[in-house]
C-alpha cells in the first residue's frame, strides 16, 4: 500500500479489514472483524477481505490496476473525442483519473431538461448541479460515467447529447 497510493481508490473498509486479519495473523489472535462488519458497512465479506489479500500478496494487484488503468484511458479518450465532435459547444472538465467526465454545457442549458431528455433516448447522465453545495450557483453542465461504457457506445451515447442539448 506504500507504493504510490495504487490502493486509494479501493474501499478503505475493506483495506483497514484485510490489514485488521494481517496483524491478527501476526498477533496469533482472532481479528476483530465481526463487530467491525456489523457496526460498520456490514457488506465487506471475510471472502472479499481473503481475495484482497492475495491480491495484495500476489502482485495480481498491480497487474489489475496497470491493466484497468489503460481500459479507463481508452474509455475516458473515447468520450473527450466523441464531446469535441458531437458536442463542442462544451467543455470537457475533471481530471483524468476516476470513472467520470465533467462537462460544463453552454449557458442557457438546462441541465434538469438535457438529462430528462438523454434519459428518454437511452442515454444516462447527471446533472452537475446534484453535485454541488449551490446548484444554483454553478453553470449547468453535466457528469457522465464511463466506466462500464465500451468506446463506440460511448461515442454513440455523446451523439445523442449532442442533439439534445441542441434541442433535437
Same mark, same amino acid.
Given at each position: 500500500m506504500s507504493r504510490g497510493g495504487r490502493t486509494s481508490r479501493l474501499s478503505v473498509q475493506a483495506v483497514w479489514k484485510t /490489514?485488521?486479519?494481517?496483524?491478527?495473523?501476526?498477533? !496469533?489472535?482472532?481479528p476483530p472483524l465481526a463487530v467491525g462488519t456489523k457496526a460498520g458497512d456490514g457488506a465487506t465479506s471475510t471472502i472479499l477481505q481473503a481475495t484482497f489479500a492475495q491480491l495484495l500478496r500476489s502482485g495480481d494487484l498491480d497487474r489489475h490496476?496497470? +491493466?484497468? #488503468?489503460? &481500459?479507463?484511458? &481508452?474509455?475516458?479518450?473515447?468520450?473527450?473525442? $466523441?464531446?469535441?465532435?458531437?458536442l463542442p459547444q462544451a467543455a470537457v472538465g475533471g481530471i483524468a483519473a476516476g470513472l !467520470?467526465? &465533467?462537462?460544463?454545457? =453552454?449557458? %442557457?442549458?438546462?441541465?434538469?431538461? &438535457?438529462? $430528462? #431528455?438523454? /434519459?428518454? +433516448? /437511452?442515454?444516462?447522465?447527471? $446533472? +452537475? %448541479?446534484?453535485?454541488?453545495?449551490? =446548484?444554483? %450557483? $454553478?453553470r449547468p453542465g453535466l457528469v457522465?460515467?464511463? /466506466?462500464?461504457? =465500451? =468506446?463506440?457506445?460511448?461515442?454513440? %451515447?455523446? #451523439?445523442?447529447l449532442g442533439a439534445v442539448v441542441a434541442g433535437g
Open positions: /490489514g485488521a486479519v494481517a496483524v491478527a495473523a501476526v498477533l !496469533n489472535v482472532q490496476l496497470r +491493466r484497468s #488503468r489503460r &481500459v479507463y484511458r &481508452v474509455r475516458r479518450d473515447a468520450v473527450v473525442a $466523441a464531446v469535441r465532435r458531437w !467520470n467526465v &465533467v462537462l460544463t454545457l =453552454p449557458d %442557457g442549458a438546462d441541465e434538469q431538461a &438535457v438529462v $430528462a #431528455r438523454a /434519459g428518454e +433516448r /437511452g442515454v444516462g447522465v447527471y $446533472a +452537475r %448541479g446534484w453535485f454541488t453545495a449551490d =446548484p444554483g %450557483g $454553478a457522465l460515467g464511463y /466506466g462500464t461504457v =465500451p =468506446p463506440e457506445q460511448a461515442a454513440w %451515447g455523446v #451523439r445523442v
